[in-house]
């Protein structure tokens, strides 16, 4: 499929890539594109290794507010 591009035609796509989105948007586009290529591996990797357990989330304590051990909701006065 790509095998037929030479030098020349490399150049003139990277020549048009940089003209319709700048020189500054070419490395936070190429980033991105890594991220979602990762993120993408990441998520097969995890549904085709079911023996693995998932890694569990613990919500962020907040240090301000002092939790209460009835676990009801604390209101706010008005």
Excluded: C, W, Y
Aim: aromatic share 6%; hydrophobic share 35%; no cysteine.
């Amino acid at each position: 499929m790509f095998g037929d591009l030479s030098f020349s035609h490399i150049l003139i796509l990277l020549l048009v890539l940089t003209l319709v989105f700048g020189a500054r948007r070419i490395p936070e586009i190429g980033s991105s594109l890594g991220q979602g290529i990762r993120e993408f591996k990441r998520s097969l990797k995890e549904v085709t290794d079911p023996d693995r357990p998932e890694p569990r989330v613990q919500p962020p304590v907040s240090s301000s507010a002092p939790i209460s051990s009835s676990g009801d909701p604390k209101r706010l006065n008005q």
